[in-house]
């Protein structure tokens, strides 16, 4: 069953299990609201602004830092894609060691990381029952090898999440474009998501394809959200699936405006399927640096609201499998520095693809390049100049936005206050030229339009402005120095909620002017 727009079965998930339960009452909250012919404007943005994240989903934007690993037939043929006949016995790397990656992905301040179990190539890296394409049939560990296992053991040892990537494009299976292959995958899933303990996230791309029959494969998603919700509750699923958009490119740079809550006739599966696994689906520069999914203009005439927020990912090589002839073109610190600013910073997750080499490591390349990033990150944010400044604002708990804590939050006095003005006086004069902006997303995405100035000269001059905050909203600018600055929020769908704000000052010099080089 090909799926357009938002299909029955995933109106359901939306509404299952952790899900709040649906709402239509002014002031409650839901993970979905359907918008009714009667509906004025000034309904919907109520809904819009109440709609917020389910558990898994609050879980998974707060992780704010992914990695993948991908690796597989393909890192021994030196492709990017592989053709489902390779022989299971070029798997065979010498040193692996599973512990290795997740250790660098943790040094690295990485959350979570996620397996290519199964690329579209069909070589499975489980001993799985399904298939004799798999590491069963190669030389590793004499046939004995389980990869999955390895690292999801891995994962539990070092205390960070555990993902699963199983492609639905699959080369090898003979039974790939007929009913059975949705069987298959059905048996695929249920071998992964109950012999390795938790799985955190479910990953899927759209990339659809013949196999050895020269047939197309219909997915059976919905069949497949059912399953991985039965099996694993508590999963994320993405970025074919109701939890998880892809943003929507795989250069690392996401949207200046991101709305998390977006129309649901919008969720057209179809078009993310045609677009998926491409170099750029859209270009992040230009007229499209300005596309917008969610604003009033494309909020006002959905059929309902849905809170589906963006995943943004890129390979810290210009491949996803390893290839030595790359190994001198991985990301600097510095590269991996703005596209963390333009992903996470852009109310996004950075999902970061690390490939092990040949030998089963993490390459000595990528080790310096995660390391050095991890060390601008630390300088950089390690202290907030914000910290104990005087707070000047008209509303309900101003303390809150200094107090680290992500669950409390300032708010005007009223749901009619859509406008606030936020001074902090700051200990002393300061020098900085980053600003970290956080909403409190379990209330809901409301802040439209932002400017942050500062006090010079007797007057106030404006550093910097943007449009949605979301969970995090980092921003760039040239250096100032200042005792007093403000926060005015221009709009916002009903009261706005303000988490945290932080004042940074950039361990990289001259980062703000690189901030549009992303080409």
Same mark, same amino acid.
């Given at each position: 069953?090909?799926?357009?727009?938002?299909?029955?079965?995933?109106?359901?998930?939306?509404?299952?299990?952790?899900?709040?339960?649906?709402?239509?009452?002014?002031?409650?909250?839901?993970?979905?609201?359907?918008?009714?012919?009667?509906?004025?404007?000034?309904?919907?943005?109520?809904?819009?602004?109440?709609?917020?994240?389910?558990?898994?989903?609050?879980?998974?934007?707060?992780?704010?830092?992914?990695?993948?690993?991908?690796?597989?037939?393909?890192?021994?043929?030196?492709?990017?894609?592989?053709?489902? &006949?390779?022989?299971?016995?070029?798997?065979?790397?010498?040193?692996?060691?599973?512990?290795?990656?997740?250790?660098?992905?943790?040094?690295?301040?990485?959350?979570?990381?996620?397996?290519?179990?199964?690329?579209?190539?069909?070589?499975?890296?489980?001993?799985?029952?399904?298939?004799?394409?798999?590491?069963?049939?190669?030389?590793?560990?004499?046939?004995?090898?389980?990869?999955?296992?390895?690292?999801?053991?891995?994962?539990?040892?070092?205390?960070?999440?555990?993902?699963?990537?199983?492609?639905?494009?699959?080369?090898?299976?003979?039974?790939?474009?007929?009913?059975?292959?949705?069987?298959?995958?059905?048996?695929?899933?249920?071998?992964?998501?109950?012999?390795?303990?938790?799985?955190?996230?479910?990953?899927?791309?759209?990339?659809?394809?013949?196999?050895?029959?020269? &047939?197309?494969?219909?997915?059976?998603?919905?069949?497949?959200?059912?399953?991985?919700?039965?099996?694993?509750?508590?999963?994320?699923?993405?970025?074919?699936?109701?939890?998880?958009?892809?943003?929507?490119?795989?250069?690392?740079?996401?949207?200046?405006?991101?709305?998390?809550?977006?129309?649901?006739?919008?969720?057209?599966?179809?078009?993310?399927?045609?677009?998926?696994?491409?170099?750029?689906?859209?270009?992040?520069?230009?007229?499209?640096?300005?596309?917008?999914?969610?604003?009033?203009?494309?909020?006002?005439?959905?059929?309902?609201?849905?809170?589906?927020?963006?995943?943004?990912? +890129?390979?810290?090589?210009?491949?996803?499998?390893?290839?030595?002839?790359?190994?001198?073109?991985?990301?600097?610190?510095? &590269?991996?520095?703005?596209?963390?600013?333009?992903?996470?910073?852009?109310?996004?997750?950075?999902?970061?693809?690390?490939?092990?080499?040949?030998?089963?490591?993490?390459?000595?390349?990528?080790?310096?390049?995660?390391?050095?990033?991890?060390?601008?990150?630390?300088?950089?944010?390690?202290?907030?100049?914000?910290?104990?400044? &005087?707070?000047?604002?008209?509303?309900?708990?101003?303390?809150?936005?200094?107090?680290?804590?992500?669950?409390?939050?300032?708010?005007?006095?009223?749901?009619?206050?859509?406008?606030?003005?936020?001074? $902090?006086?700051?200990?002393?004069?300061?020098?900085?030229?980053?600003?970290?902006?956080?909403?409190?997303?379990?209330?809901?995405?409301?802040?439209?339009?932002?400017?942050?100035?500062?006090?010079?000269?007797?007057?106030?001059?404006?550093?910097?402005?943007?449009?949605?905050?979301?969970?995090?909203?980092?921003?760039?600018?040239?250096?100032?120095?200042?005792?007093? +600055?403000?926060?005015?929020?221009?709009?916002?769908? $009903?009261?706005?909620?303000?988490?945290?704000?932080?004042?940074?000052?950039?361990?990289?010099?001259?980062?703000?002017?690189?901030?549009?080089?992303?080409?």
């Amino acid at each position: 069953m090909k799926m357009k727009k938002i299909t029955t079965g995933l109106l359901a998930l939306l509404l299952t299990a952790t899900t709040p339960v649906l709402a239509q009452e002014a002031g409650e909250k839901a993970n979905y609201f359907i918008i009714q012919p009667g509906d004025t404007e000034a309904d919907i943005i109520r809904k819009a602004a109440n709609v917020v994240p389910t558990p898994r989903q609050l879980r998974w934007q707060q992780l704010e830092l992914t990695a993948f690993f991908h690796v597989g037939v393909n890192t021994f043929t030196n492709r990017e894609w592989g053709t489902g &006949k390779e022989d299971p016995a070029i798997f065979n790397p010498s040193q692996l060691d599973a512990r290795q990656w997740v250790r660098v992905a943790k040094e690295a301040g990485i959350k979570q990381v996620i397996l290519t179990a199964k690329h579209h190539d069909g070589f499975c890296l489980w001993p799985t029952a399904t298939t004799e394409h798999s590491v069963k049939n190669s030389p590793w560990k004499n046939g004995q090898g389980d990869l999955m296992k390895e690292v999801a053991e891995a994962c539990k040892e070092y205390g960070i999440g555990f993902g699963v990537y199983l492609s639905p494009w699959d080369m090898n299976s003979p039974v790939y474009g007929s009913d059975a292959y949705n069987d298959l995958f059905i048996e695929q899933l249920t071998e992964l998501l109950t012999n390795y303990g938790q799985i955190d996230e479910v990953w899927f791309d759209g990339a659809n394809g013949e196999g050895p029959n020269g &047939k197309k494969q219909v997915y059976d998603f919905d069949r497949w959200y059912q399953h991985i919700r039965k099996l694993q509750p508590t999963a994320t699923i993405a970025i074919m699936g109701p939890d998880v958009r892809w943003v929507g490119t795989e250069t690392g740079y996401g949207r200046e405006t991101e709305w998390s809550v977006v129309p649901a006739d919008n969720l057209d599966q179809n078009s993310v399927a045609a677009n998926s696994q491409q170099a750029v689906a859209f270009k992040p520069t230009g007229d499209m640096r300005g596309e917008v999914l969610g604003g009033r203009e494309q909020i006002r005439n959905a059929k309902g609201l849905v809170w589906y927020p963006a995943e943004t990912d +890129v390979s810290i090589r210009p491949g996803w499998f390893y290839h030595p002839a790359e190994d001198d073109k991985v990301k600097s610190p510095e &590269k991996l520095l703005d596209i963390y600013y333009s992903s996470v910073g852009r109310n996004g997750v950075l999902l970061l693809n690390i490939p092990p080499d040949t030998r089963g490591l993490i390459h000595e390349s990528d080790v310096k390049a995660l390391q050095g990033w991890k060390k601008l990150i630390d300088n950089t944010f390690t202290k907030n100049l914000a910290e104990g400044a &005087k707070v000047k604002a008209s509303g309900k708990n101003k303390k809150a936005m200094l107090d680290g804590k992500y669950d409390t939050h300032f708010t005007t006095k009223s749901e009619k206050d859509t406008t606030a003005v936020l001074e $902090l006086r700051l200990k002393g004069a300061q020098t900085f030229d980053v600003l970290m902006l956080q909403e409190n997303i379990s209330v809901g995405q409301r802040v439209e339009k932002f400017v942050f100035e500062y006090w010079k000269d007797g007057q106030w001059q404006k550093a910097t402005e943007g449009t949605t905050i979301g969970y995090k909203r980092l921003l760039r600018f040239e250096p100032v120095t200042t005792s007093k +600055v403000r926060l005015r929020i221009e709009s916002s769908r $009903l009261n706005p909620t303000i988490s945290e704000i932080g004042l940074y000052k950039n361990a990289l010099e001259g980062m703000a002017l690189s901030a549009n080089e992303h080409e």
